[in-house]
């Protein structure tokens, strides 16, 4: 029997372990994809790192943002066959439900998230179903494509589908780690007027800055709400939330303006509070949960790419080999120098 490397959580909480194991048979309906690239993110360091994220079978392999090659199988309708290039939806997603027949595979009735549900693609080869993988045009090369299926296309669908973000409105942004940095460089792609960068970590804010943001405050060094007032005197129109905390949650409602939208990126078990009906209702503000992303942002960012008006170049910031897969986790762990995303390139042995 054919076998592969896998890097696979065995203990949640402990390090990868790299097994030699059967390269996978797709089921009916789903395709053989030879993974070029898989991107790591902070889901993996709940993981294999703090260990704080239920799975629901260990081992199982790691690795949700990943694009590659269609290696065996394909849709009976032929849409997807052999040599395609694709990305998988980061999520498997079942085709079938009501969700996933209005485009909102996200929200999918019987989603299996590749590393907590279904084997992910931290290995040479990863099954995926041909409803939800999503072709990769040939301007996109396979590391961009595949960090753009999670840390990219989770900030588009919330500043767009449910920020309903419109050129000219002045949008935050509360943690600038990955999806922060990246909703930062799509805000001024979408033609916010000013961003505000709100971040604790002097480097995450530097980050910020240098990726088109106007001015970056740091809540532990003086009331931010102050200080923006000077910058943006009315509020913002659109504040995105990236960290999943009660208190950050509080903070991005805080800084709205009158009609202003709070947009929640950042899960967590926290409970945040509304600000007094009184104040919330009378200046008509939303808060809103964005979760993941529909396959049309994914399909809308490759066509921004190839087209060039999407820059994406400064989004990996190191590569690791899969042998490495523990060294490259590290690296995104300890959030050092300017690191956007980190890469596994399971072909480069
Ligand atoms: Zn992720
Ligand atoms: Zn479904």
Do not use: W
């Amino acid at each position: 029997m054919a076998t592969m490397k896998a890097a696979r959580l065995v203990q949640p909480g402990s390090p990868l372990e790299i097994h030699e194991v059967p390269i996978p048979t797709p089921e009916p309906g789903e395709v053989l994809v030879r993974v070029e690239a898989c991107g790591l993110c902070g889901t993996d360091i709940h993981l294999a790192v703090d260990g704080d994220l239920p799975v629901e079978r260990t081992p199982i392999t790691l690795g949700h943002e990943a694009a590659g090659v269609v290696a065996g199988a394909g849709a009976d309708d032929g849409s997807v066959k052999e040599g395609d290039r694709v990305a998988l939806f980061p999520a498997a997603s079942c085709g079938s439900c009501h969700f996933c027949r209005i485009g909102r595979e996200s929200l999918c009735d019987r989603s299996k998230v590749y590393g907590m549900a279904r084997d992910g693609a931290l290995a040479e080869y990863v099954t995926a179903p041909a409803a939800s993988v999503i072709a990769l045009p040939p301007e996109v090369p396979f590391d961009i494509g595949a960090v753009v299926t999670d840390a990219v296309a989770t900030p588009f669908h919330a500043l767009r589908a449910r920020g309903a973000l419109r050129a000219g409105e002045t949008v935050g942004v509360v943690g600038c780690g990955g999806l922060g940095t990246h909703a930062i460089i799509l805000a001024r792609m979408m033609g916010a007027s000013c961003i505000v960068a709100i971040d604790t970590d002097r480097r995450a804010l530097e980050r910020a800055l240098r990726h088109g943001a106007d001015f970056a405050l740091n809540p532990s060094e003086g009331d931010v709400r102050k200080s923006l007032r000077t910058a943006v005197p009315g509020g913002l129109d659109l504040v995105l939330e990236c960290v999943g905390a009660a208190k950050t949650v509080q903070l991005a409602i805080r800084c709205l303006g009158k009609s202003g939208r709070a947009v929640l990126i950042g899960v967590g078990p926290e409970r945040p509070e509304l600000p007094p009906l009184v104040a919330f209702v009378g200046r008509e503000q939303a808060v809103l949960g964005s979760f993941g992303m529909d396959r049309v942002d994914i399909e809308d960012l490759y066509g921004l790419i190839a087209s060039g008006r999407l820059n994406l170049s400064e989004s990996i910031s190191a590569r690791y080999p899969l042998a490495k897969a523990n060294d490259a986790l590290q690296h995104l762990a300890r959030k050092e120098d300017a690191v956007v995303r980190v890469l596994v390139e399971p072909r480069d042995r």
